[in-house]
């Protein structure tokens, strides 16, 4: 079992709908977790953290983090075609500072 | 400001060669990262810096890779008698605090392309 996973996708939604990104993680020693969006041929650009249980909004993006389950997810609102990108879940175990990211989920935004 | 800058770009060498990877942090970012990230994967762990000082080196695949910050800012990442499996991007990334906890905000660089031939 890979420690974050993430389905690779495509996710496919139609421009305005929201997109929901999913992300689940093995170490309940978790504390932090954070959304990178990344470009083909680019380089990883952070989005959103979040290290409490619940809701984080930062405009048309959410973060939804339960641990309990040992989920995160991104939302994002009026989705539009330039969100299209790979969108990668990454988990910081708090004694560290590395990252342990996901494969990453593909959102395609269809006009 | 000015980001994570990362040279060269792209490297094309040949099996068997010597390669150096340079990383120059955000200003004031104490913390450092080293990570590769091969297609269709997420970027994978190699090494961290804190300060001058390699915190965590736990991703480094075998002893042919070997990084340095000897002052506290720019970083090298060193790969000796380069394979064919090394190939891939290799992304750094800073933050200002030095290690987990609530928040490590990291910020990357444009990465380097690797190509061993």
């Known amino acids: 079992q890979k420690e974050v996973e993430q389905n690779s996708g495509p996710l496919s939604v139609p421009e305005g709908a929201i997109a929901s990104l999913n992300c689940t993680y093995s170490d309940r020693g978790s504390q932090s977790f954070f959304w990178y969006r990344q470009y083909s041929g680019k380089s990883p650009e952070l989005i959103m953290f979040i290290y409490s249980n619940g809701d984080k909004e930062d405009g048309r993006f959410t973060a939804q983090l339960n641990k309990a389950s040992q989920y995160v997810s991104l939302l994002i609102r009026d989705s539009q075609p330039s969100d299209s990108a790979t969108y990668l879940c990454a988990v910081n175990k708090g004694n560290t500072g590395k990252l342990i990211f996901g494969q990453g989920t593909t959102l395609q935004v269809k006009p | 400001g000015a980001g994570v800058s990362q040279t060269p770009s792209n490297k094309v060498t040949e099996k068997g060669k010597y390669v150096e990877l340079r990383c120059d942090p955000i200003s004031g970012h104490t913390a450092l990262y080293w990570y590769r990230q091969s297609l269709g994967q997420g970027p994978e762990f190699l090494i961290y810096?804190?300060?001058?000082?390699?915190?965590?080196d736990s991703g480094l695949p075998n002893d042919r890779f070997f990084a340095v910050r000897p002052e506290g800012s720019v970083s090298t990442l060193k790969i000796q008698r380069t394979e064919r499996g090394d190939s891939a991007v290799y992304l750094c990334?800073?933050?200002?605090?030095?290690?987990?906890?609530?928040?490590?905000?990291?910020?990357f660089g444009p990465g380097t392309r690797l190509t061993v031939l």
């Open positions: 810096f804190q300060g001058t000082g390699a915190a965590d």
């Open positions: 990334a800073s933050s200002k605090r030095p290690s987990g906890g609530a928040a490590n905000e990291q910020f």
